[in-house]
């Protein structure tokens, strides 16, 4: 393959003649990692994309690392507008995926997975060793609020780790250099997906809105206080819409495992649910558009919700615990509970806070992604990268590093295992039987891991 050579000069090429397309992969392994990864790639390359002379057509793939909580296809469509059709997205396993990356010569890769996902993918990449590599790009969906160490150093490695506020940047580079691990690719911007009109009260309108994880809490005793809790706040304001907003349907999965969904908890609500009551799914900036109070245990829909200055409470009726991951909103004058909102109290944020979060309410998101934009650029247009070089190597972590490796079918040296090679079609009719089996396993396979498991595990609890 050729070597990658500058962008900023090419005399081959004229000024009327179109610059070659921007080539992005998108690999995620979940719902919200996939709205995540999507938006990131856009705002990562809307500049090359941009109405300027030297503009150059952007291309995003998107690709879906098939697990327990690949997105379904409304999951997909549920997620928002991310530029990317979800009949154009594709399942692929992990072999899968570096075959891809070394057939279709990327220039961006970004990672929007789990941090043992992401570690896989950076040795697997490595190991493919490529003449002209692709920029990779990793980071966070939202709040990190645990695992700060561990998902940091499973994701070293990347050319690019964005954080999404000040306050994460500061962290990330704490860890890496604690290590003495190179820091130099975290890089600030924020979240993605942030975005919408600023709240205005509407007369007549009284929404609240509660944002429901899937798994904080996670017993069923606290899940079921919290819509207790919720129910009586909507009987003590009958003239008041109180919203369930859910991640997804019973069945579904997303990043993380839902064992105890609050649709089952609802039908077993004593005298049933108030007629000023709702389940909502859909598009969170859609819900927000008609909220007047988010409230949460720690969901990233605060981040959201506080970027369009929409009144925002952080519960601590369950405490401030690290576990609940409300201890990240410390400070943040949001940490309230269910009695003071009852009697009409609204949290007001502190500012000092706001600033260091990436939540951009002061109207600077729009150059949020500068710095990033910049360093892609720039590594793009080096001459060639250097080989990718994590921090955990089967020399320093010889205990840790090769388990992650062999979940994804890849041996320490980041090579595909025996038998898990990308299988070679020969033929319609042999490939399309192969992809009617592979569908049925899937399938069995996710209802072995959201239906069964789930029940085999409640069970072992009696």
């Known amino acids: ?29 979940s719902d919200t990692r996939w709205k995540w990864g999507a938006l990131t790639a856009r705002r990562l390359t ?22 327990r909580a690949t997105p379904t296809p409304r999951q997909l469509a ?15 396993t992990a072999v899968e995926f570096l075959h891809t990356v070394r057939d279709e010569r990327y220039d961006v890769v970004v990672l929007a997975l789990v941090g ?53 940047a500061e962290r990330f580079r704490a860890v890496y250099e604690g290590v003495g ?4 690719a975290v890089t600030e911007a924020a979240l993605p997906f942030l975005g919408g009109a600023p709240y205005r009260a509407e007369e007549g309108r009284d929404t609240v809105v509660f944002a429901a994880q899937p798994s904080v809490p996670a017993s069923r005793a606290d899940r079921t206080y919290l819509l207790r809790r919720l129910v009586e706040h909507a009987r003590l304001h009958p003239r008041r819409e109180v919203l369930l907003k859910l991640r997804s349907k019973p069945g579904e999965h997303t990043t993380h495992i839902e064992e105890l969904p609050y649709q089952k908890l609802a039908q077993k609500v004593p005298g049933g649910l108030p007629p000023n009551f709702r389940l909502v799914y859909g598009h969170m900036g859609e819900v927000l558009d008609r909220t007047d109070l988010l409230v949460t245990v720690s969901s990233t829909a605060a981040l959201e919700s506080l970027h369009r200055r929409i009144p ?82 089967p020399a320093t972590a010889p205990g840790y590093l090769p388990g992650i490796l062999a979940r994804h079918h890849l041996a320490p ?50």
């Open 1 to 29: 393959m050729p070597p990658r050579t500058s962008n900023t000069a090419d005399p081959a090429r004229t000024p009327a003649e179109p610059r070659p397309a921007l080539r992005v992969a998108v690999l995620a392994d």
């Open 312 to 393: 925002t409470a952080v519960l601590t009726d369950l405490g401030v615990r690290e576990p609940l991951g409300n201890h990240h909103f410390v400070g943040s004058g949001l940490l309230t509970s269910w009695d003071r909102l009852d009697g009409g109290y609204r949290p007001r944020p502190d500012r000092e806070w706001l600033a260091g979060q990436g939540v951009a309410a002061d109207g600077s998101y729009s150059t949020a992604y500068d710095t990033a934009r910049a360093k892609v650029a720039e590594l793009l247009d080096g001459s060639r990268l250097p080989p990718l070089a994590p921090y955990y190597t």
């Open 413 to 462: 040296d980041g090579t595909p295992l025996p038998g898990a090679a990308a299988p070679q079609e020969t033929g319609r009719v042999r490939g399309a039987v192969r992809e009617t089996v592979r569908n049925a396993a899937r399938g069995a396979y996710r209802h072995g891991v959201q239906r069964v498991a789930p029940v085999i595990r409640r069970m072992g609890e009696l």
């Open 46 to 67: 809307a500049e090359a994309a941009g109405d300027g002379r030297d503009a150059r057509p952007v291309e995003v793939s998107g690709l879906l690392l098939r697990g």
């Open 78 to 92: 549920e997620v928002g507008e991310v530029g990317i059709e979800a009949e154009k997205v594709r399942e692929v």
């Open 116 to 168: 043992g996902g992401v570690q896989a993918m950076l040795h697997g990449l490595a190991a493919l060793d490529l003449t002209r590599r692709p920029v990779v790009v990793t980071g966070y969906v939202g709040v990190v609020y645990e695992k700060l160490a561990d998902g940091l150093l499973l994701r070293h490695g990347a050319d690019v780790v964005l954080a999404n506020s000040a306050h994460d």
């Open 181 to 184: 691990a190179d820091a130099s």
